[in-house]
């Protein structure tokens, strides 16, 4: 069973950063993809960004692009996301996830394991 814990998020102004984290407690693929997911109150979960675990090939939603970064440490199990010029419109809770395959993917009904989730709000 592979645990995930998020950490940092928390209350930004809009046009401020946040950096995201995302440990993996084991190694239980050889190779995967990990991804940011997040979700509104009364919204679905939708895909934010997702990385191969070589850490070439990354992807990202369009809402997000040219604000949001993903990267990994393969050798820490440890996804990150930096979140720059944060609007209104990104709050949400943010929930990272694995899946046990090279291939990316943007449906969260396509990842194996899931962290608990961390609330990030953007003030006006």
């Known amino acids: 069973q592979v645990q995930l814990v998020e950490s940092g998020g928390g209350l930004v102004q809009a046009g401020g950063s946040l950096r995201l984290s995302c440990a993996a407690s084991?190694?239980?693929?050889?190779?995967?993809?990990m991804g940011w997911f997040r979700q509104a109150p009364g919204k679905e979960r939708e895909f934010v960004a997702a990385i191969i675990w070589s850490g070439v090939r990354t992807y990202y939603a369009d809402s997000v692009k040219g604000r949001f970064t993903i990267s990994m440490d393969n050798a820490k199990i440890t996804a990150y996301l930096q979140m720059n010029s944060l609007k209104p419109e990104d709050t949400a809770v943010y929930y990272c996830?694995?899946?046990?395959?090279?291939?990316?993917?943007?449906?969260?009904?396509?990842?194996?394991?899931w962290g608990q989730g961390t609330q990030v709000t953007v003030s006006s």
């Open positions: 084991v190694r239980t693929f050889a190779n995967y993809a």
């Open positions: 996830a694995v899946r046990g395959s090279s291939w990316y993917s943007s449906k969260w009904n396509e990842y194996d394991y």
